[in-house]
């Protein structure tokens, strides 16, 4: 059964250092969207993408953060320059009919 | 935006016993209300859904129930097995393709 794809699992970085973590839908899918995970809280959404632009973003999802996808297969989710407060745990998810979406592992991001 | 409350957040069963998360929604305009698995380190898993016309739904052990009027929505598992410890979401979306309103969860653990 396709799954959605994430790498890497975990990343650690400095704060003030830019991060790309990548995702690779399901292949007939979409609409992709970011959602990540602070230690102990609930999911939050980031932003969803559909038609090469973004469809929805949240308050979190400020200038520091953007999405792209770069080729047929890859989207991924860029912060600038980390924070602290990045920390967290990274999900992507893909959808082929607007509402059943399918989750990735996840990326662990850990910003010191 | 929408707001979404689960409750219990920590519910341990016996095996065989039934278990009955519930979540309650803010948004009437919600119409889509998927229930994910989480177990440790892995991925959330989509185990049912259910969309504003259809009051219940079930699936083998799982089940769903909607009450539109009241806003709320409770995943029910029947026949508890060690193997559906996890921890459990709700969630809720108002419109196709658009952001999922994650609730906090709920860490079942299914005692032998």
């Known amino acids: 059964e396709p799954e959605v794809t994430q790498t890497p699992s975990h990343q650690v970085t400095q704060m003030g250092q830019e991060v790309i973590l990548r995702c690779v839908p399901i292949s007939n899918h979409l609409y992709f969207y970011w959602y990540r995970q602070i230690l102990g809280q609930k999911v939050e959404f980031l932003v969803s993408?559909?038609?090469?632009?973004?469809?929805?973003k949240s308050e979190i999802f400020d200038d520091q953060f953007s999405v792209e996808r770069p080729d047929g297969s890859n989207f991924t989710l860029k912060i600038r320059s980390t924070k602290l407060e990045d920390s967290a745990m990274y999900f992507c998810a893909s959808s082929a009919d607007l509402e059943t979406q399918y989750f990735g592992p996840g990326t662990r991001l850990l910003v010191l | 935006g929408e707001n979404v409350e689960q409750h219990p957040s920590t519910l341990s069963v016996q095996e065989g016993d039934s278990a009955v998360i519930k979540c309650t929604y803010s948004d009437s305009a919600s119409n889509y209300f998927p229930w994910y698995k989480q177990e440790l380190g892995k991925r959330p898993q989509l185990i049912i859904d259910i969309r504003s016309n259809v009051g219940e739904k079930k699936d083998q052990r799982i089940a769903v129930t909607l009450n539109k009027t009241a806003k709320h929505f409770s995943l029910h598992i029947t026949e508890t097995q060690p193997e559906d410890s996890a921890v459990y979401f709700c969630?809720?979306?108002?419109?196709?393709?658009?952001?999922?309103?994650f609730g906090t969860g709920t860490s079942l653990t299914v005692i032998p």
């Open positions: 969630a809720a979306s108002i419109q196709a393709g658009n952001q999922f309103y």
């Open positions: 993408f559909y038609n090469n632009e973004i469809s929805e």
